[in-house]
Antibody, heavy 118, light 110 residues
Framework: EVQLVESGGGLVKPGGSLRLSCAAS????????MNWVRQAPGKGLEWVSS????????YYADSVKGRFTISRDNAKNSLYLQMNSLRAEDTAVYYC???????????WGQGTLVTVSS | QSALTQPASVSGSPGQSITISCTGT?????????VSWYQQHPGKAPKLMIY???NRPSGVSNRFSGSKSGNTASLTISGLQAEDEADYYC??????????FGTGTKVTVL
């Protein structure tokens, strides 16, 4: 059974940093591109970042470019999101999601809440 | 990248069919057959319902179907059931190798 479990969320002050993790199991992690998608409270989904299976290709939404860094460790079946210079508008539930057929997100974690507030 | 445009809400009675639209541009929806749809119940993670415009993943009811014409994709739910009440989001691959989601549609079963 495919499982994605996020961790690392919490309360952080504006300008602060946080590192999210996503532990994957139940599939060959090293064969799949992975993504972070976020959802602000009461709002819609927003794609944040994507990383290819071997980390050769990395993409970011304009809203986080230069502040967030996606990475992965295939030996540990783990995906990461380093978030720096956090702003109030980064407050959201952050999901990790696997990329599958037709550039669709076929499996999602349960999400981890990041709150940026003073 | 601007979000794809969806109606804020759609409603229907049990057994009826409803259709949710998702309008983008030639750089996303119109340019690729890489439109997917997600169902999200309150407090839960999104669930993939349709990929590549009209394909259903294993386990998704055949009451859900997708289509596309030009820059607009659509999700149709036939034989509406109480359990279908949820938020629905479309998503598309874009010409910038990025991904964009729709604004979301709340489906209410009357």
């Amino acid at each position: 059974e495919v499982q994605l479990v996020e961790s690392g969320g919490g309360l952080v002050k504006p300008g602060g940093s946080l590192r999210l993790s996503c532990a994957a199991s139940g599939f060959t992690f090293s064969s799949y591109s992975m993504n972070w998608v976020r959802q602000a409270p009461g709002k819609g989904l927003e794609w944040v970042s994507s990383i290819s299976s071997s980390s050769s290709y990395i993409y970011y939404a304009d809203s986080v470019k230069g502040r967030f860094t996606i990475s992965r460790d295939n030996a540990k079946n783990s995906l990461y999101l380093q978030m720096n210079s956090l702003r109030a508008e980064d407050t959201a539930v952050y999901y990790c999601a696997r990329l599958e057929l037709g550039f669709s997100f076929d499996y999602w974690g349960q999400g981890t809440l990041v709150t940026v507030s003073s | 990248q601007s979000a794809l445009t969806q109606p804020a809400s759609v409603s229907g009675s049990p057994g009826q069919s409803i259709t949710i639209s998702c309008t983008g541009t030639s750089s996303d929806v119109g340019g690729y057959n890489y439109v997917s749809w997600y169902q999200q119940h309150p407090g839960k993670a999104p669930k993939l319902m349709i990929y590549e415009v009209s394909n259903r993943p294993s386990g998704v009811s055949n009451r859900f179907s997708g289509s596309k014409s030009g820059n607009t994709a659509s999700l149709t739910i036939s034989g509406l059931q109480a359990e279908d009440e949820a938020d629905y989001y479309c998503s598309s691959y874009t010409s910038s190798s990025l991904y964009v989601f729709g604004t979301g549609t709340k489906v209410t079963v009357l």
